[in-house]
């Protein structure tokens, strides 16, 4: 089809690639030299036609020929550039000797406002810049929800722990039971701080009374002095008591001593009758 044809339909009827705006009328074309929609920029109303694409940084020129129309699959014929620019002019030039000089003249405005770009594009990425995020309100909203949801269920946990701790205390599982090592070291741990608690309230502010090393030895002589007066058969002081001690036998003393050890070994209890009062009362066996 000739390419006067493709244009006239393209132009008046309908294009895909048009971009009709109030500054003009635009093509959106990937294969467009210059991006404005006119009868020599427009990539499908020529058979022979040339531009320059970029791929992840790297420059292609891209030519068509009229030998190559019936083949889409090779229709155009890819060319990499090389990084330098003026080495990229000299590619240029050579491949498209003999083409418009108007194209060419485009293709290599093409190729320096690339290269503009470009240095630009890595300037920007070696800038520290703050990245500026939308959040959208949505997003922000579910994000909260599911935010208490997550604490509500942590409360949760905790509640059930700290009662599973409580039943473990209790006995409420008898004594043979699978319980994580951690969480059973901690609730030893808390028994035992615990006690030492309880022994540290315990041991203050508790008054003792404690039976005295010599109570034995006076209870003893209070025998002794009990069994005295009773073997002399009167009620007298202790200095007559003291008279009468030189002037008895031996054997007496002996038998005295032998009595005295015999009247120290009978038993003595002690009862409790009121607990209130505190008194005691001795009663001889």
Not at 46 to 66: C, P, Q
Not at 205 to 226: A, P
Request: proline share 3%; glycine share 4%.
């Amino acid at each position: 089809m000739s390419d006067d044809v493709i244009w006239h339909c393209i132009r008046h009827n309908h294009c895909s690639f048009m971009a009709k705006i109030t500054t003009g009328i635009f093509c959106r074309n990937p294969y467009n030299a210059t991006g404005i929609c006119n009868r020599s920029s427009c990539p499908l109303a020529n058979s022979r036609y040339a531009t320059i694409r970029d791929h992840d940084g790297v420059f292609y020129l891209y030519m068509k020929t009229a030998e190559r129309a019936h083949l889409p699959k090779t229709l155009w014929e890819r060319v990499k550039l090389p990084r330098n620019y003026e080495k990229a002019m000299d590619v240029i030039n050579k491949h498209l000797e003999f083409w418009p000089k108007l194209l060419v003249h485009k293709i290599k405005q093409r190729l320096t406002k690339m290269t503009q770009y470009r240095i630009r594009m890595r300037k920007l990425q070696l800038k520290v810049r703050e990245k500026v995020m939308t959040m959208p309100r949505k997003q922000t909203q579910r994000d909260l929800r599911r935010l208490e949801k997550a604490e509500k269920a942590a409360q949760l946990e905790k509640n059930i722990e700290s009662e599973l701790k409580e039943r473990l205390k209790k006995g409420v599982y008898g004594d043979i039971y699978n319980v994580p090592f951690k969480e059973f070291d901690e609730v030893l741990d808390m028994e035992r701080d615990e006690v030492v608690l309880e022994e540290e309230d315990e041991e203050e502010g508790v008054v003792e009374y404690v039976e005295g090393d010599d109570m034995e030895e006076m209870d003893h002589m209070d025998d002794m002095e009990d069994f005295e007066g009773l073997s002399d058969g009167g009620t007298d002081g202790d200095d007559h008591l003291d008279e009468q001690v030189p002037k008895k036998p031996k054997g007496s003393g002996s038998n005295l001593k032998q009595n005295a050890g015999k009247r120290s070994r009978k038993v003595m209890t002690e009862v409790e009758q009121d607990e209130e009062t505190n008194s005691r009362q001795r009663m001889r066996m």
